[in-house]
């Protein structure tokens, strides 16, 4: 069974033109996927019709074998975590602390767990220092890192990242792209969607999807998506960096086609 299955997926805002058309798309457990496109693609849409903030015109999502409808909608939703690009929008509390216990108080988690459980997920995030701030005193990048420690504190099993490491600088994206991987490494069956323009980073994921005018054009492993650079640049979109990396570095006999980071190619080439 997958984490995910979504049938001949149809959306329109309007009802004249079509935003998502006959989207069909299979997540397995444990998987970490890219849905990228360039902006007006559909990504958002898709997003928050997999959380029920919008409802299909047509076709079939199935979440963790529950069938998306007003009655397993609460039930998906407490297994399901989404960050989106603008945290402002999710923030409730006056502090970071307060902010990141929200959903935990809805669990009926006693005194001693909660205060166990905030600084933890605070400190994964390197927010630790900041629990008694005021949410809006924090810079973009560090409120998207509130905004994940809150998701990722309801351990959801599947999570789903709008843009939402977008205004962390790199080494702040390189950060959470490890700490997923370490939450992905403790919990296999934790399924990963993130949605984002930055190449490099669907360049790591274990399969690609991209989205162009409301249907998805591309899909496969990240080599294989990535590897026509013309029919890419067409799509709005760049060969990632590592990518063009590897070729160069093929012609002249360095093969590091398992490398899966800037480090680990750094590693080869200093090898
Ligand atoms: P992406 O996330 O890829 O940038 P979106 O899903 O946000 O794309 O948008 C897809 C299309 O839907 C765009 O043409 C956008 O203008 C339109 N759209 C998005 N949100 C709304 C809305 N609330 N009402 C009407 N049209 C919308």
Known sequence: MNAIEIKNLCYSYDKNSEVLKKIDLSIKYGEHIAIVGH??????TLAKLLVGLIEKDSGDINILGLNLDRKNIQAIRQQVGIVFQNPD?????TTVEDDIAF????RCLSYEEMHKIVPEFAKKVGMEEYLDKEPSSLSGGQKQRVALAGALSLEPKI?????????LDPKGKSEITHLLTKMRKNNQDLTVISITHDVEEAYLCDRVFVLNNGQIVLSGRPDEVFENGEEIHKLGLEQPLLLKLKKELKK???????????EEVADSICR
Request: glycine share 12%.
């Open 103 to 106: 959903g935990l108080e809805n």
């Open 89 to 93: 929008n999710q923030f409730v509390a």
């Open 39 to 44: 902006n007006g693609s559909g990504k958002s």
């Open 159 to 167: 999570l789903i990242l709008d843009e939402a490491t977008s205004m």
């Open 252 to 262: 002249i006999g360095i093969d590091i086609s398992n490398d899966k980071t800037l």
